[in-house]
């Protein structure tokens, strides 16, 4: 069963901490991603990998950074949590889109929480 | 990136074909359509994608006008669990991007 495994389900941070969010896969995918959702706004990319250690900046980088060592494990780290990167984050994984099987499969999803 | 839009919501009866129409006129040549959809309080999940032909695979069928600028995902036999949202997405070829908008809402009625 292809898995893609979020650290935590859920998170409560205080403002001005420094926040690890862990994601990995067991699919050998070269691309992983970082979303976050909100009410009303959908799913919006933060961060986006292709390969170890290569990044691109998705529609909202602000306020994040990422993370890719090793193929299967992509982290997202806020710096300086704030009150509004209260959200629910996921994770994703795919192979690359040209590929037969390019779905991407979803992670069960981080609700951070930051006070 | 190429945009789509979809209508907000959309609503169907159990048992009833659903037609999800998309709209994606700056669609590129590279562009792959993709479909996916969300159950509540879970992370999204894979449909189907095409890139020219129609598709169809065990959960739903792919039409793809021959313009390529709109597409429509089919639904043969809507059932409670289908109600989710649907979100209609252009992977362009060249970045392997997955930009999300914000879905059509599907509610099935019994």
């Known amino acids: 069963d292809v898995k893609v495994t979020q650290s935590s389900r859920y998170l409560v941070k205080r403002t001005g901490e420094k926040v690890f969010l862990e994601c990995v896969q067991d699919?050998?995918?070269?691309?992983m991603f970082w979303y976050r959702q909100d009410p009303g706004l959908g799913l919006r990319l933060i961060y986006f990998s292709y390969d170890v250690k290569m990044k691109e900046k998705g529609d909202i980088p602000e306020g994040y950074s990422v993370s890719r060592e090793k193929k299967e494990r992509f982290s997202l780290i806020l710096e300086s949590a704030s009150t509004n990167q209260t959200s629910m984050y996921l994770c994703a994984s795919s192979f690359p889109v040209v590929a037969p099987s390019a779905e991407a499969f979803f992670g069960q999803g981080t609700r951070l929480t930051v006070v | 990136d190429a945009k789509t839009t979809q209508p907000n919501s959309m609503e169907s009866n159990e048992e009833e074909p659903v037609h999800l129409p998309c709209n994606h006129s700056t669609i590129s040549g590279t562009d792959y359509i993709h479909w996916y959809r969300q159950l509540p309080s879970q992370g999204p999940e894979y449909v189907i994608h095409g890139l020219t032909s129609n598709v169809n695979n065990r959960m739903a069928s792919l039409a793809i006008a021959e313009d390529r600028k709109s597409s429509t995902l089919i639904l043969h036999r809507a059932t409670l669990r289908d109600a989710a949202v649907y979100y209609c997405?252009?992977?362009?070829?060249?970045?392997?991007?997955?930009?999300f908008g914000t879905g059509t809402r599907l509610q099935v009625f019994p």
């Open positions: 997405i252009l992977r362009r070829g060249n970045t392997d991007k997955l930009i």
């Open positions: 699919m050998d995918h070269e691309n």
